[in-house]
């Protein structure tokens, strides 16, 4: 028994100090004889759920859910569907949380017997499955699968539908198709748009419609940004298509707080060979344009991926954009975007030295302020590639690595040593005209710790008295003390207000024989 408690203590410890520090790890996971992908990852508790395909010898394929742990570590692996000529094309919207603690899987399949069918998973944390629906269309395929959850557990699919004719010999124009289930699966209405056109992304307006967007094809003008927005039932409310008359390429759509929608696309610039990232502001009522849209060059090509997170609070976009030119030139860079269309910095990644077949498809938040992201090599066999970075794109390096990064002046938790002193700021990044939130805890013997705030030419700029008071999170009155009554945790409002946009290291100080205690941290004030 003592031994198990030891052993929960030690567990504790080390899940308590990946929790309260920057953890990074860049993970590749494959086998030799089986080409993987990951497209999704959700972070959880005690790690992070990845969801992806593989395809095997013999023609299987399959959709596999994995568990890795805060390092980046497998742990299990479940096939949630599985088959011989069976297709499973994602991208990082296929993998959603339900309001009922559960998760919804979009994938696609098909037999030998069959066209390809959009295929809704219902599953749990552990990878058990609920239910699955095949929603079979005999003379048609469907791929490309996106889910938008609703508040009553229903579900919107969108995708592409492609008809097909003279006993699947002859097939007719892709479309832009929505699904609309309820909270078991059942249909309830469908749609399609445009012609050859080709989604990459839905997302749900305010309004309660929808936006859909990705690229169409035309005699007149190649290949165009296209964008579809919807009401609520899927009636069209309009259709645009954006780009010059040459080709230009797709694009990405979501909603800004202000109600207007953000274009994200590819675009022919006026330099030869040249494609830039196009960044427009659109009117969510008829999608035109609002103000000057920016273009950004690099290399040849400058474009974004599947994968972004939008922070309303603040205004800043993350997102995953791919520069690419003559061979061995491929960068896929973390990228932070203002809603006006300016970059704000890069910071490149890859999964290890060839770099040129990298892609990402999903990125998530984590609660230590950074990000997790989901995505693959191709290079053969595909490899599924997870990676952990700060809010600033920082990692350990190229794939395999995993480190933890613990703030200047904090020695790591060690087994059966109680760490007094924990702190988080957020949200981070925050507007230079707003306020944050600091959530901390103090030392027993102390009334009040201070946060000082410090610019990177390492100048205090700031600082602020936190009592040992205020909001108490998890008080514990049983083991009080005279300085510090609830020997809890707390926070308080951070005044940020006047401060340049830029980034700062902000330190929890504490009075002489303390120090071991600190905590620190940096944080992005934006723009907005």
């Not at 259709?239 to 230009?248: I, L, S, W, Y």
């Not at 994200?264 to 969510?284: E, H, Q, R, V, W």
């Not at 997170?309 to 997102?319: D, F, S």
Request: net charge negative; hydrophobic share 35%; with cysteine.
């Amino acid at each position: 028994m003592k031994k198990i408690i030891v052993s929960l203590i030690a567990f504790l410890c080390y899940y308590s100090a990946l929790h309260t520090q920057t953890v990074y790890f860049n993970q590749t996971y494959y086998e030799d004889s089986i080409s993987m992908g990951s497209v999704a990852v959700k972070p959880i508790s005690d790690g992070y759920l990845v969801v992806g395909d593989f395809n095997a010898s013999g023609g299987y394929s399959a959709t596999y859910l994995r568990k890795i742990n805060l390092i980046g570590d497998s742990e299990w692996t479940e096939i949630l569907d599985g088959d011989v000529q069976y297709s499973a094309i994602f991208f990082g919207n296929s993998f959603v949380a339900t309001f009922d603690g559960n998760y919804f899987v979009g994938a696609e399949r098909s037999n030998p017997s069959a066209l390809s069918d959009f295929l809704l998973i219902k599953i749990t944390a552990e990878g058990d499955i609920l239910w699955k629906k095949q929603y079979e269309t005999p003379t048609s395929v469907e791929t490309g699968t996106h889910l938008l959850i609703h508040q009553n557990n229903g579900c919107l699919i969108a995708g592409i539908r492609q008809q097909y004719f003279n006993d699947n010999t002859t097939y007719g124009p892709s479309q832009f198709y929505i699904l609309k289930v309820d909270s078991t699966g059942n249909q309830l209405w469908d749609a399609t748009y445009g012609m050859w056109a080709t989604l990459l992304y839905a997302e749900q307006t305010q309004d309660g419609g929808y936006v859909l967007s990705g690229y169409r094809y035309s005699n007149s003008t190649g290949y165009d940004m296209y964008v579809v927005k919807t009401d609520s039932i899927g009636t069209l409310q309009w259709q645009k298509t954006f780009g010059t008359n040459d080709d230009d390429g797709g694009c990405k759509v979501f909603q800004l707080a202000n109600g207007n929608l953000m274009l994200m696309g590819l675009i022919k610039s006026t330099l030869p060979d040249k494609k830039g990232l196009y960044l427009a502001n659109l009117s969510a009522a008829n999608g035109t344009i609002i103000g000057q849209p920016k273009t950004h060059l690099k290399n040849n090509s400058y474009s974004p991926s599947s994968a972004h997170y939008y922070y309303p609070e603040t205004g800043l976009i993350i997102a995953v954009p791919i520069a690419y030119g003559p061979p061995p030139i491929w960068e896929v860079a973390i990228t932070a975007i203002s809603e006006e269309g300016d970059i704000l910095w890069e910071a490149p990644i890859s999964s290890d030295t060839n770099t040129d077949d990298d892609y990402i498809r999903d990125i998530e938040p984590t609660p230590d302020g950074g990000f997790v992201l989901a995505g693959f090599n191709s290079n053969s066999p595909t490899k599924s590639w997870v990676l952990k970075v700060d809010s600033l794109g920082n990692t350990c390096g190229t794939a395999p690595c995993s480190s933890v990064e613990y703030p200047i002046g904090i020695n790591p938790i060690q087994t059966g040593v109680r760490q007094y002193v924990q702190a988080q700021v957020f949200p981070n990044p925050v507007p230079n005209n707003g306020t944050a939130q600091i959530t901390y805890s103090l030392p027993p013997q102390l009334s009040f710790g201070v946060v000082e705030l410090y610019d990177l030419q390492g100048q205090k700029v700031r600082y602020q008295v936190l009592p040992a008071g205020g909001s108490s999170l998890t008080p514990s009155p049983q083991t009080q003390s005279p300085l510090n009554p609830l020997k809890g945790t707390f926070t308080q409002i951070l005044d940020l207000s006047g401060l340049p946009s830029g980034m700062y290291v902000w330190r929890l100080a504490l009075p002489g024989g303390y120090e071991r205690h600190e905590s620190t941290g940096k944080i992005l004030v934006s723009e907005k």
